[in-house]
């Protein structure tokens, strides 16, 4: 097993929180003899741990005693673009099920989602990765909230927990920020975020957000890979296969790349198809001219609509309509 080192989950006012909740992990781990950080893996974590100095896995554990009590967990990560909110949701993620989650876990559409509700071990998280045009998209914050109230309903059966890396929380419709998120995970700098507890009342309109802990998290797989990123390392994208690199993060960034890539397609695809719903008889014809010969029906002296139809639409990918094709 591979272990991430020196993570650390730091609040120096919660020693007497940390003795009477999590009472039964400090007597497993005797810290409070500890005179220094030690290390303690917890899934690929190698955790610092010293309770006299508030350094313990508080949202780790915290979270870890939710699923065994089968209560729903809804977390979204925050910050600015580029602070590594993805990275960050994926090593929570790796942290609460290190056998069993995988990068198949990581979905972008609410189909993945829902693929994974069904097929993915118990208690194995799913991360509802952003896309990064997520912004111009109302379609992919819709499925957001679908995939919120699924999580909330299938929670007692399946026990699989949610994290969503998103610019900002206020994004989300009010009711669903309001009401269906337990935790929140506020980046800071890359590696560097504040865990939030959000607690709603049950009689005003109004919601509580308590700090838990800080987090600083090295980068997931430092111990066997330097890199900072993937994105220039030649292993990425290999041409040979079996020379690509089989880290946790390659994968990912596989993934996202080709999902990426699939996604400027079809966004090109739509762009021309609008740009064709705006186009003059005379762009049409001067587009068809140069495969004139290839519909032109030489028997009957006439252009065959039909096929000058199909030629635009297999050569330059323009979709004429019924109407637009006979004028």
Known sequence: MSFILNQQENNANMNEIMNSKYKAYMDLLDVKNLTRLKEYPIGHHGF???SDLGYYPYFTVELRDRIRKNKVINCVVTGEAGLG?????????????????????????????????????????????????????????KEITKALV??????????KPLFIPIINKALLEK??????????????????????????????????????????YKIFDKNLCDRDSCLRCRK????????????FRAK???????????????DL????????????????????????????????????????????????????GHNKKYR
Not at 255 to 266: C, H, S
């Open 48 to 50: 610092l741990i010293n």
């Open 85 to 141: 909110k993805s990275y960050m949701a994926s090593d929570f993620c790796r942290s609460l099920a290190p056998k069993t989650f995988s990068v198949d876990d990581i979905v972008f559409t609410y189909e993945e989602f829902l693929r994974c509700v069904v097929t993915s071990p118990r208690g194995t998280p799913i991360e509802y990765d952003e896309p990064s045009y997520a912004m111009s998209k109302k379609d992919w914050f």
């Open 150 to 159: 699924k999580t909330i309903e299938s929670f007692r059966f399946k026990g």
């Open 175 to 216: 009711d669903i920020r309001s009401y269906l998120i337990q935790y929140q995970v506020s980046m800071k700098d890359r590696g560097k975020a504040t865990a939030y507890r959000i607690y709603t009342s049950q009689f005003q309109d109004k919601q509580y957000n308590y700090g838990m802990c800080d987090i600083e």
């Open 236 to 247: 990425l994208f290999n041409k040979d296969y079996s020379k690509r690199c089989k880290l």
């Open 252 to 266: 990912y960034e596989r993934k996202k790349a080709n999902i990426q890539d699939k996604r400027y397609d079809d």
């Open 269 to 320: 695809q739509e762009a021309k198809n609008k740009t064709i719903d705006t186009m003059s008889l005379d762009e049409v014809e001067q587009a068809a001219m140069p495969y004139f010969d290839k519909f032109y029906d030489e028997d009957n002296n006439k252009i065959d609509v039909d096929m000058m139809a199909v030629v635009l639409w297999r050569e330059e990918g323009i979709k004429i």
